[in-house]
């Protein structure tokens, strides 16, 4: 048994949020059904496609986003008897569209609340289903900007502008949230029998989550500005990330106001006889430090130089120090950890072909963790097969 | 640090009764960090001797729960966390792997005490693997798990991310682990013990990007590669952040296809250079990107971000002012009206702002009844009341140093 099952979750989502918060229900054994259009769901159309081959059943952004469902296709509003139908057996339904495609698709939410009192409803929108801007649309870049995770991402040259972290970050935060209310109201309907309706924005899922930004401006009143792949800070601090040997980079701050990390870093300088005047006891004092900040970080320049970046993130964590190599996706895909951990996993496509998938990022020791199916092909699921049997008739 | 502070203070939030053990010989480190009312200071500028009480950041993480001080590195500390683990149902921690193995609180001990015990460990990299003992704090985790390294502009350094986005997502996925266990025990009555690693979960934040490594063998050390603001799927353009009226502010605008692009065009006014040939195909325009963000920067120049972004929507064009916090809490209609944001008074902070939760539940409401404990506020409620000692008990072991 895994930790989901039984959970039956009907899923519309016409974007990665819903889509995300769906897959990690199925892959938790949920039996996750996912509602198509006939032309199928939008993120069937974004590459990229497998083989490059842009067809519905091979993009890479569907197949990310929805393994372990299954995928009936309903022609909305037309169909919406055999949604219903649908409802009447699940626990959950995630609606994740802005609210006009949401009038489109003719789902009124209240009005299915209402007739299945026990089903729990997520809906996921742009900016939440009231309010001034909740008629507006949105993109993952909007809503990075406009809930101000944006604001503090990019170079420190400020004539560029601020960067977008890449992949989709807004809709996943969303569907982390999308994921506890659902939760949450679980935990409640076994208490009170009830379902609820789940109003969720990712704009307020955002705009709660630029981690210091946020207090900065709740506490001192300061505004945070953007550096180079380090925190935003109300002033500017030393960079962070070192060109290494071999053309990548790591990440490194030095917290000089602790006395035990910098002494395992001149210890480490040291022994690859790099440490020069640093030795020198009177940097012992965090004023004689602080007063010759820049030429520690010219010294740090230089040996990071010198070093392969995997070395050096494997030798400075040895000694302690908070430091990491910057992993590409074709890195992490070899990383020594990760591989003796077994976190990724294989899943076979329906031609046979597999590929490596990143695994459970929550493990419970309590329930096996059963791997992940391949996305479906649209509509391969047919929803007289999902139908409860007709109730029997009553009386003769 | 914030990792298990914020995961808990979802539940705690929605009702839990959530007890804060803290050392009063080392300060928990939010209660260090200088972000204080009335200074202004970059992290790296502590103040040497800070007073823990004062610290924003411990209050933003630590609201609504209760706060008692124990030193676990005695005996008497331990026995004393024993008992009010007896007495609860959920233990968590955020300690480097070793830490509660240390002191003996491992899964099967705890299982001891409370046979349906659910046990969740947060950390960097999990506890099992030849890393595991490795530091890590946000940026660490996500360097390593390739989240930095996708965010930047083609051919130069990578701009990563200026906060630690994973510890609020390492957070966020602990509560959901949480309360999938809690609404799981409810039926089966299984405890468990959980393992999230942060840079497992960073990297199935990665997105698609990753199978088009696993699948296509398309690398990502490439140099055309990551590709800033603008995306390579779809072909959206334009797709980036442009320079708004003011300095350093901004406007994200997205444009998808055809319809959304003659909105575009009809929402700035049918300027000509929106009929020139280069622009006349979605496919077109994503291959004259440089020159596209040229001309409508200089329509976007003229406006403040969010009079920009409200005009853009209005005649349905996906906009967004890059909005800073003074923006979100000061100017946001749509945060203001859903009260996303909301003020606690603190004994010695005095009122302060905090992040609400993001979704309206017609049956659950958050309950804000009080903001983070002082060091060792709680410790006589919940020595005395819960565990039962008596005063000269407490006082005992106060003066031992054991609270």
């Known amino acids: 048994m895994t930790i989901c099952s039984g959970l039956k979750v009907v899923e519309i989502a016409s974007d990665p949020a819903g889509e995300m918060a769906g897959r990690l229900l199925g892959q938790y054994g949920a039996d996750l059904i996912k509602v198509e259009p006939p032309e199928g769901s939008p993120t069937r159309r974004i590459g990229p496609y497998a083989g490059g081959d842009a067809s519905p059943n091979a993009s890479l952004t569907y197949w990310y986003y929805n393994t372990c469902k299954r995928s009936v296709v309903l022609d909305l509003p037309t169909e919406s008897a055999s949604l219903d139908h649908l409802l009447t057996v699940a626990d959950v339904l995630i609606v994740a569209a802005s609210l006009s495609q949401q009038e489109h698709l003719g789902l009124d939410l209240e009005a299915l609340a209402g007739k299945h009192p026990r089903l729990i409803v997520v809906s996921v929108t742009p900016f939440g289903r009231i309010g001034p801007w909740s008629r507006y649309e949105t993109s993952d870049l909007v809503s990075l900007a406009a809930g101000g995770l944006l604001n503090s991402c990019g170079y420190d040259d400020h004539s560029i502008p601020p960067i977008r972290p890449a992949e989709n970050q807004a809709y996943h935060v969303a569907a982390s949230f999308a994921l506890i209310s659902i939760f949450l109201a679980l935990i409640t309907r076994t208490r009170s029998g009830s379902g609820q309706i789940i109003d969720l924005s990712v704009h307020d899922a955002v705009a709660v989550s630029p981690e210091l930004a946020n207090p900065y401006w709740f506490y001192p009143r300061a505004l945070v500005h953007r550096q180079t792949c380090r925190h935003a800070q109300p002033t500017p601090t030393q960079p962070a990330i070192f060109p290494t040997l071999d053309g990548r980079y790591v990440y490194f701050t030095l917290i000089l106001a602790d006395a035990k990390p910098w002494q395992s870093l001149v210890e480490w300088m040291d022994s690859m006889g790099l440490a020069a005047d640093l030795t020198e006891p009177e940097y012992g004092a965090l004023s004689h430090r602080q007063a010759n900040f820049p030429h520690i970080q010219q010294m740090l320049e230089s040996f990071f130089l010198v070093q392969e970046a995997g070395s050096a993130y494997h030798e400075g964590q040895a000694r302690g120090l908070p430091i990491a190599v910057i992993n590409s996706p074709d890195d992490v895909l070899l990383d020594e950890h990760l591989l003796a951990r077994r976190f990724f ?10 590929a490596t998938y990143p695994g459970a990022p929550i493990r419970f020791s309590s329930h096996p963790y059963a791997g992940q199916v391949a996305a479906p092909d649209l509509g391969s699921t047919h929803v007289g097969d999902l139908l409860p049997p007709a109730p029997p008739a009553i009386g003769t | 640090m914030g990792v298990g502070s914020v995961a808990t203070r979802l539940l705690a939030d929605f009702g839990a009764e959530v007890i804060k053990i803290e050392d009063r010989a080392r300060i928990d480190m939010p209660r260090r960090l200088p972000l204080y009312k009335d200074q202004v200071r970059s992290f790296g500028q502590e103040v040497s001797d800070p007073d823990p009480d004062r610290g924003g950041l411990f209050n933003n993480y630590s609201r609504n729960k209760l706060g008692v001080t124990i030193n676990l590195r005695t005996r008497e500390g331990r026995e004393l966390a024993e008992r009010l683990i007896s007495v609860s149902s959920v233990v968590t921690e955020n300690f480097a792997p070793g830490v509660m193995e240390r002191w003996g609180f491992i899964y099967e001990r705890l299982r001891e005490l409370v046979p349906d015990v659910i046990y969740a460990r947060m950390s960097g990299y999990g506890h099992s693997g030849p890393h595991q003992h490795y530091r890590s704090y946000g940026p660490v985790v996500q360097a390593a798990s390739g989240l930095s390294y996708v965010a930047g502009l083609p051919g130069r350094e990578p701009s990563g991310w200026g906060l630690s986005y994973m510890d609020n997502m390492a957070a966020y996925y602990n509560s959901a682990a949480l309360l999938m266990a809690i609404w799981k025990r409810q039926s089966d009555g299984l405890g468990t013990e959980i393992d999230v690693a942060a840079v497992e979960l960073g990297v199935t934040l990665l997105g698609p990007i990753l199978l088009d490594v696993t699948v296509n063998g398309h690398t990502t050390r490439r140099p055309d590669y990551p590709t800033g603001n603008r995306l390579e799927h779809p072909n959206a353009a334009p797709h980036g952040v442009y320079p708004c009226a003011g300095e350093d502010r901004w406007v994200a605008i997205a444009v998808f296809d055809d319809s959304e692009w003659r909105r575009l065009v009809e929402a700035i006014g049918h300027p000509a250079w929106t009929d020139l040939d280069i622009f006349s195909s ?8 440089d020159e596209l963000d040229e001309h409508l920067s200089l329509w976007t120049s003229r406006y403040d971000p969010i009079e920009a972004m409200e005009l853009l929507e209005a005649r349905g064009v996906k906009a967004g002012a890059v909005q800073n ?21 603190h ?25 983070a404990p002082l060091v060792g506020e709680d410790n006589d409620y919940v020595f005395g009341e819960i565990l039962g000692l008596s005063e000269q008990e407490r006082a005992g072991l106060l003066d031992a140093g054991v609270i």
């Not at chain 2, 979605?282 to 990107?289: E, I």
């Open chain 2, 325 to 345: 916090p003074q923006d979100l809490n000061e100017r946001d209609p749509q945060l203001s009206m859903r009260g996303t944001f909301f003020e606690m008074d």
């Open chain 1, 345 to 354: 996993e294989d899943v076979t496509h329906r031609d046979h072909s597999s």
């Open chain 2, 282 to 289: 979605q496919d077109l325009r994503h291959a004259h990107q």
């Open chain 2, 347 to 371: 004994p010695v902070i005095g009122p302060a702002r905090f992040e609400g939760f993001p979704a309206l539940m017609s049956g659950d409401h958050p309950d804000h009844w009080r903001s």
